[in-house]
């Protein structure tokens, strides 16, 4: 599909142009998270964390992510330049292309940076890609908000993408495990859920959309579901009651 809305903020990302000093930023993100992540992520994550083939010492080249991913769910990661307005990212979304900043954080904010960078999108975000289900999910996600022009409306199901896409967890025999991308690469909110710091709570839709995002403070509350169908599921609910109050 043509891409208007978001054209302008594709870019190329010149991986010759990354210092050693950032590619050892990536290697202590890499050494932090890594082991949270092998202790309480979800099996589909760690999956797809093996198929996207991240390298410890390296930051990831997104081309060669984009050719093991594309075959299997239709997914590229593609480069941007920055932060995207609403219509650019719902638009990226809907054509399966995750955009991803190059950016990486300084050293002196490896527990937390304001802006995406490269490590928050792709360690956080891109192997769940490589699930069939979530990958659907994303798209359709996309596709619907790409057609909603009200703001409540879209804040609404912001709270379901932030609530999923961003800090979804999924039980585990019944013990609950992390597939969102902002506490897969935050080692402060991870550590915070698993010692007890967050109540989980079972997921529910109406419950979830009716629920405020704060970003200035480590989240009280989160949502687990039991599976990816479900999460689908919910989007297709979400889609119908949001269509009709359009």
């Not at 304001?114 to 990958?135: C, E, S, W, Y």
């Amino acid at each position: 599909m043509a891409l208007t809305a978001a054209a302008p903020y594709i870019i190329e990302q010149n991986y010759e142009k990354y210092t050693a000093d950032q590619q050892q930023v990536w290697s202590e993100l890499m050494d932090r998270q890594l082991p949270q992540v092998e202790a309480f992520a979800c099996r589909e994550y760690l999956e797809g964390l093996q198929i996207i083939g991240l390298e410890r010492d390296h930051l990831p080249n997104l081309a060669s992510i984009t050719g093991k991913l594309k075959p299997r769910t239709g997914w590229s990661t593609t480069a941007v330049s920055g932060f995207l307005p609403g219509d650019a990212f719902f638009e990226m979304l809907d054509a399966r292309m995750f955009p991803v900043t190059t950016y990486i954080r300084n050293r002196d904010s490896l527990e937390y940076t304001p802006q995406p960078d490269i490590f928050h999108d792709v360690f956080g975000h891109v192997p769940m890609h490589a699930h069939k289900v979530f990958a659907d999910f994303l798209q359709h996600y996309g596709a619907v908000c790409a057609k909603i022009t009200n703001a409540n409306t879209l804040e609404r199901l912001g709270r379901l993408f932030w609530y999923t896409v961003e800090f979804g967890l999924i039980l585990e025999n019944g013990t609950p495990k992390m597939y969102g991308s902002g506490i897969i690469s935050s080692h402060g909110e991870c550590a915070n859920l698993f010692q007890g710091g967050c109540e989980v709570r079972p997921f529910d839709l109406e419950t979830v959309m009716d629920t405020p995002v704060k970003v200035d403070r480590m989240h009280q509350l989160l949502f687990a579901i039991e599976s990816f169908d479900q999460v689908y599921a919910a989007m297709r609910e979400a889609e119908k009651r949001v269509l009709i109050h359009q």
